[in-house]
């Protein structure tokens, strides 16, 4: 399995989907090898082997090759994704530096970097009869090991699973290199595996990947673990909470969160929002909530983790998600096992999962406001809703949605049921 | 005879805490003690022991000809008086002379002149009696945060029985008018001004480390010349600056204690010159002309207007809300609640709030405990939260009385007032800039 980041390194959702799922995964006896860029300190986990691609990554070619100007970055590309033996040094460590500090650096650089460690370890790791990758920074890596499979003269599938699209980050302003990539992997994967219906489509309309090719696996939640409970007296004594979760992105739509707390305000100023997260919007969004007059109506932190992300979904008497484009949004899941009702936008996957949602559209911040006003004063339907979700939840688990995983493997695998998934 | 004018400001901000949203309700600790405690160790001993040991130094030497004035803002005294006592004790000696002149600020270093006369008239009662209880002595001489003034401040200022107030000697306001003078309000009924000379000031406060500058490196005798040329056309060269200039600001090693150590000698090398604290200048020298001030001006930056404190909405948001917190806050009649919101009003919050230079990575990111301006908002949002909600559980609180929640702006009048000075202030002049005194 190739992958991006796993908690506690994580910088958003990949990681802890990453978690869940190949947890889900082992509990159905998969066994796993997960590679990731780099790891930090001591990442071992029980249910899979963690690969450091950087402990692979030792020949002198790419930096040969990076350092080209006569080639095209494509060119340059598809000679690294096919194996070249190459080692980078210095260069090297740059790169994995700007893959952690996300300095944009060339995406194709990034990419055929992971592909060309991909293809190193599918050598000196023969044994895997599935490859599954997580977004497009992986991609060139499951096509790389595929080819060294293929060279071995092994039949190996590349799964092309879709967190997140550039469309769904950035919208029509994407970055055209990043979608290029995703493109070239989804089209050259065996199977895509999207996380919502909602995702399919997204993957369909921009991509061109046909829907027969398309496998939807939703994510889920940690069935075992249930939140320790905080208490917030004193501050939910004297407020109604609303809650944002959420990097700070245009995908999240935390522009739609302040006109939200604007027009609520205007109807029940006793009620406080808060928004929790960081990113590029997160300055804008402090200023604009001030120039609207909302000082101290919003109420701003940065990014949280661990048990004090609980701790936010506790003290909210509301949790609204009106991401602009969301292929899922398990933060919606994390909330209702919190117990807290959620509000999230048609214009995400966890839509999909669950009736015990209100659900409006992203940029009618109206109907929104309705909603919101509507769960903070009818404590009946609140309670309803929150009841509901706790009941959905049984089935939006990892262990579900491994097993609905699992059932893709043996499609793919053409369904000989002697096969025993081994994944790079 | 023509007089130098020495005035030190003393402050250091009591800075918030990274106080969190989880901590509203539960915790009333806004302030950083760690931080509060560090920097005043800090600057103390690069700074305000070293420097007073030579002002003292001077002063012995020289049989009182040198003199100087400081204001000490009262939370500066408050944290001298806990964390560095003997910073405290050293100023004692320097009063104790007899050559040195306290004047009176804001206790709280905040910028209630401009929000709440009754609050501002409240602080600077606070800060006499502050003064009085560390120094004996009850200061004739005011000078408001910042230099911060106008008509109508002096008028305030005025009616509270000060015989001089110090500002800034703005360019916009001075014209062909000389600093070097003494001045009267607009209104003035025998209350005299000092103004600035931000040149010779600022060459010692901001330049005179700096390389590219054409007058570095700048020895005492190099001042001294530029002050003797100042001869028949000056009464006073009113020099005010951040005491923190000595040792914090300018660095020892760029020979700052040097420069004070010889400047004395250096400006009597002019028999007509000497020192002179700024109560003897305004006894000694008649006003000039009256002049008017409609708009307040200050010492901050290079537009030595407010716009270093408010002008933008995170700004103009914050220090609004916190001052609707009067109401409430006084009936219920608790000393240590009203201390901890006024030390909110301290100026250096709204400033750390700027966002004017922000990109730059100007003074204000320099004098910041921050990583950006909207650090310091949002911590002040979370704090004023939980100080509303402070009042409405307070036993004494009666809930009719309270007004604290937040209108969409800052009252219209501030609003409008620093609009004005904004626009004034467009033609920019990128010699130099005030900062204040908060170091990191």
Same mark, same amino acid.
């Given at each position: 399995?190739?992958?991006?980041?796993?908690?506690?390194?994580?910088?958003?959702?990949?990681?802890?989907?990453?978690? %869940?799922?190949?947890?889900?995964?082992?509990?159905?006896?998969?066994d796993?090898?997960?590679?990731?860029?780099?790891?930090?300190?001591?990442? #071992?986990?029980?249910?899979?082997?963690v690969?450091?691609?950087?402990?692979?990554?030792?020949?002198?070619?790419?930096?040969?090759?990076?350092?080209?100007?006569?080639?095209?970055?494509e060119?340059?590309?598809?000679?690294?994704a096919?194996?070249?033996?190459?080692?980078? %040094?210095?260069?090297?460590?740059?790169?994995v530096?700007?893959?952690q500090?996300?300095?944009?650096?060339?995406?194709?650089?990034?990419?055929?970097?992971?592909?060309?460690?991909a293809?190193?370890?599918?050598? !000196?790791?023969?044994?895997?009869?599935?490859i599954?990758?997580?977004?497009?920074?992986?991609?060139?890596?499951?096509?790389?090991?595929?080819?060294v499979?293929?060279?071995?003269?092994?039949?190996?599938?590349?799964?092309?699973?879709?967190?997140?699209?550039?469309?769904?980050?950035?919208?029509?302003?994407?970055?055209?290199?990043?979608?290029?990539?995703?493109?070239?992997?989804?089209n050259?994967a065996d199977?895509?595996?999207?996380?919502?219906?909602?995702?399919?489509e997204?993957?369909?309309?921009?991509?061109?990947v046909?829907?027969?090719?398309?496998?939807?696996?939703?994510?889920?939640?940690?069935n !075992?673990?249930?939140?320790?409970?905080?208490?917030?007296?004193?501050? !939910?004594?004297?407020?109604?909470?609303?809650?944002?979760?959420?990097r700070?992105?245009?995908?999240?739509?935390?522009?739609?969160?302040?006109?939200l707390?604007?027009?609520?305000?205007?109807?029940?100023?006793?009620?406080?929002?808060?928004?929790?997260?960081?990113?590029?919007?997160?300055?804008?969004?402090?200023?604009?909530?001030?120039?609207? %007059?909302l000082?101290?109506?919003?109420?701003?932190? #940065?990014?949280?983790?661990? #048990?004090?992300v609980?701790?936010?979904y506790?003290?909210?008497?509301?949790?609204?998600?009106?991401?602009?484009?969301?292929?899922f949004?398990?933060?919606?899941?994390?909330?209702?096992?919190?117990?807290?009702?959620?509000?999230?936008?048609?214009?995400?996957?966890?839509?999909?999962?669950?009736?015990?949602i209100?659900k409006?559209?992203?940029?009618?911040?109206?109907?929104?406001?309705k909603s919101?006003?509507h769960?903070?004063?009818?404590?009946?339907?609140?309670?309803?809703?929150?009841?509901?979700? !706790?009941?959905?939840?049984?089935?939006?688990?990892?262990?579900?949605?491994?097993?609905?995983?699992?059932?893709?493997?043996?499609?793919v695998?053409? %369904?000989?049921?002697?096969?025993?998934?081994h994944?790079? | 005879?023509?007089?130098?004018?020495f005035?030190?400001?003393?402050h250091?901000?009591?800075?918030?805490?990274?106080?969190?949203?989880?901590?509203?309700?539960?915790?009333?600790?806004?302030?950083?003690e760690?931080?509060?405690?560090?920097?005043?160790?800090?600057?103390?001993?690069?700074?305000?022991?070293?420097?007073?040991?030579?002002?003292?130094?001077?002063?012995?030497?020289?049989?009182?000809?040198?003199?100087?004035?400081?204001?000490?803002s009262?939370?500066?005294? /408050?944290?001298?008086?806990?964390?560095?006592?003997?910073?405290?004790?050293?100023?004692?000696k320097?009063?104790?002379?007899?050559?040195?002149?306290?004047?009176?600020?804001?206790?709280?270093?905040?910028?209630?002149?401009?929000?709440?006369p009754? $609050?501002?008239?409240?602080?600077?009662?606070?800060?006499?009696?502050a &003064?009085?209880?560390?120094?004996?002595?009850?200061?004739?001489?005011?000078?408001?945060?910042?230099?911060?003034?106008?008509?109508?401040i002096?008028?305030?200022?005025e009616?509270?029985?000060?015989?001089?107030?110090?500002?800034?000697?703005?360019?916009?306001?001075?014209?062909?008018?000389?600093?070097?003078?003494?001045?009267?309000?607009?209104?003035?009924?025998?209350m005299?001004?000092?103004?600035?000379?931000?040149?010779?000031?600022?060459?010692?406060?901001?330049?005179?480390?700096?390389?590219?500058w054409?007058?570095?490196?700048? &020895?005492?005798?190099?001042?001294?010349?530029?002050v003797?040329? &100042?001869?028949?056309?000056?009464?006073?060269?009113n020099?005010?600056?951040?005491?923190?200039?000595?040792?914090?600001?300018?660095?020892?090693?760029?020979?700052?204690?040097?420069?004070?150590?010889?400047?004395?000698?250096?400006?009597?090398?002019?028999p007509?010159f000497?020192?002179?604290?700024?109560?003897e200048?305004?006894?000694?020298?008649?006003?000039?002309?009256?002049?008017?001030i409609?708009?307040?001006?200050?010492?901050?930056?290079?537009?030595?207007?407010l716009?270093a404190?408010?002008?933008?909405?995170?700004?103009?948001?914050?220090?609004?809300?916190?001052?609707?917190?009067? /109401?409430?806050?006084?009936?219920? $009649?608790?000393?240590?609640?009203?201390?901890?919101?006024?030390?909110?009003?301290?100026?250096d919050?709204?400033?750390?709030?700027?966002?004017?230079?922000?990109s730059?990575?100007?003074?204000?990111k320099?004098?910041?405990?921050?990583?950006?301006?909207?650090?310091?908002?949002?911590?002040?949002?979370?704090?004023?939260?939980?100080?509303?909600?402070?009042?409405?559980?307070?036993?004494?609180?009666?809930?009719?009385?309270?007004?604290v /929640?937040?209108?969409?702006?800052?009252?219209?009048? $501030?609003?409008a007032?620093?609009?004005?000075?904004?626009?004034?202030?467009?033609?920019? /002049?990128? &010699?130099?800039?005030?900062?204040?005194?908060?170091?990191?």
């Amino acid at each position: 399995m190739l992958g991006w980041e796993l908690p506690p390194w994580n910088s958003g959702g990949l990681g802890t989907a990453c978690l %869940g799922l190949t947890e889900g995964l082992s509990e159905h006896g998969v066994d796993i090898n997960f590679v990731l860029p780099k790891t930090f300190g001591d990442t #071992s986990y029980d249910h899979m082997n963690v690969i450091s691609a950087v402990d692979y990554a030792n020949d002198d070619a790419i930096k040969q090759l990076l350092e080209r100007t006569d080639m095209s970055e494509e060119e340059i590309v598809r000679q690294l994704a096919y194996g070249t033996k190459v080692a980078i %040094g210095e260069h090297q460590r740059l790169l994995v530096q700007h893959f952690q500090t996300e300095i944009p650096v060339s995406p194709h650089a990034q990419a055929s970097w992971y592909a060309a460690t991909a293809a190193r370890i599918a050598k !000196k790791n023969p044994n895997f009869s599935v490859i599954h990758a997580h977004d497009w920074f992986t991609y060139y890596g499951g096509m790389a090991a595929r080819k060294v499979a293929a060279a071995d003269g092994r039949h190996t599938p590349f799964i092309a699973q879709i967190h997140a699209t550039e469309y769904d980050r950035c919208g029509e302003h994407g970055d055209p290199r990043i979608i290029a990539i995703e493109r070239t992997g989804l089209n050259a994967a065996d199977r895509v595996v999207a996380v919502s219906h909602y995702t399919k489509e997204v993957v369909h309309k921009y991509y061109g990947v046909p829907r027969s090719k398309i496998s939807v696996v939703y994510n889920g939640i940690p069935n !075992k673990k249930q939140p320790k409970q905080f208490d917030f007296a004193e501050l !939910k004594r004297h407020h109604k909470i609303v809650l944002f979760m959420g990097r700070m992105t245009m995908q999240k739509g935390p522009d739609y969160f302040v006109q939200l707390a604007h027009k609520v305000h205007q109807k029940d100023p006793n009620v406080r929002f808060v928004m929790v997260g960081s990113g590029d919007m997160e300055h804008r969004m402090i200023e604009e909530s001030a120039r609207l %007059g909302l000082t101290g109506t919003i109420l701003f932190s #940065s990014f949280l983790r661990g #048990s004090d992300v609980d701790r936010a979904y506790q003290l909210a008497d509301v949790f609204v998600m009106p991401s602009v484009s969301e292929p899922f949004g398990i933060v919606a899941l994390e909330a209702m096992q919190n117990g807290t009702p959620v509000i999230v936008s048609n214009q995400s996957g966890v839509a999909e999962v669950s009736n015990n949602i209100l659900k409006v559209d992203f940029w009618d911040v109206e109907n929104m406001a309705k909603s919101v006003l509507h769960v903070l004063h009818d404590a009946h339907a609140s309670k309803n809703l929150v009841a509901g979700g !706790k009941h959905d939840l049984q089935t939006l688990t990892w262990t579900q949605a491994a097993k609905v995983m699992h059932n893709v493997y043996h499609d793919v695998l053409g %369904g000989a049921p002697h096969h025993r998934p081994h994944l790079v | 005879m023509p007089n130098i004018c020495f005035y030190f400001q003393v402050h250091q901000p009591y800075r918030m805490r990274h106080y969190r949203v989880f901590d509203i309700g539960e915790s009333t600790d806004y302030f950083d003690e760690k931080t509060n405690r560090d920097i005043c160790r800090k600057v103390a001993d690069k700074c305000y022991l070293p420097a007073n040991a030579l002002m003292l130094e001077l002063i012995n030497k020289h049989n009182g000809a040198f003199k100087i004035a400081y204001s000490i803002s009262g939370v500066a005294l /408050e944290q001298f008086a806990e964390y560095t006592p003997e910073v405290l004790e050293s100023f004692k000696k320097l009063v104790a002379t007899g050559h040195v002149e306290l004047l009176t600020e804001t206790y709280y270093h905040s910028l209630a002149a401009l929000f709440n006369p009754d $609050e501002f008239r409240e602080q600077v009662r606070l800060h006499q009696q502050a &003064t009085q209880h560390y120094f004996g002595v009850t200061p004739q001489i005011f000078r408001n945060t910042e230099l911060i003034y106008s008509n109508g401040i002096a008028d305030m200022v005025e009616d509270l029985g000060f015989k001089g107030m110090l500002t800034e000697g703005v360019d916009r306001i001075l014209a062909w008018r000389s600093p070097n003078f003494v001045y009267e309000p607009h209104n003035g009924r025998g209350m005299k001004l000092l103004l600035k000379n931000y040149k010779l000031s600022d060459d010692i406060a901001f330049r005179f480390s700096q390389q590219s500058w054409n007058g570095w490196p700048l &020895t005492a005798e190099k001042f001294a010349k530029w002050v003797h040329e &100042t001869d028949g056309a000056a009464d006073t060269i009113n020099l005010f600056m951040d005491y923190e200039t000595i040792g914090e600001h300018q660095w020892e090693d760029t020979g700052i204690f040097d420069f004070f150590r010889s400047l004395p000698e250096s400006i009597w090398q002019h028999p007509q010159f000497g020192f002179a604290t700024p109560s003897e200048v305004i006894t000694a020298t008649p006003s000039m002309a009256k002049i008017d001030i409609p708009d307040s001006i200050s010492w901050a930056d290079t537009e030595r207007d407010l716009s270093a404190w408010l002008g933008n909405p995170m700004q103009d948001n914050a220090i609004a809300w916190v001052y609707k917190f009067e /109401e409430g806050l006084k009936a219920l $009649e608790d000393p240590a609640l009203l201390h901890q919101w006024r030390k909110l009003q301290t100026s250096d919050h709204f400033y750390y709030m700027c966002t004017k230079y922000w990109s730059d990575g100007d003074v204000h990111k320099y004098f910041s405990v921050y990583d950006s301006p909207h650090d310091s908002y949002v911590i002040m949002s979370n704090i004023l939260t939980d100080l509303a909600i402070r009042i409405k559980q307070h036993p004494n609180h009666k809930p009719r009385t309270v007004k604290v /929640e937040v209108e969409s702006t800052a009252a219209t009048e $501030e609003k409008a007032s620093t609009k004005t000075t904004k626009e004034k202030a467009t033609k920019k /002049e990128p &010699t130099k800039k005030r900062t204040t005194r908060v170091s990191k």
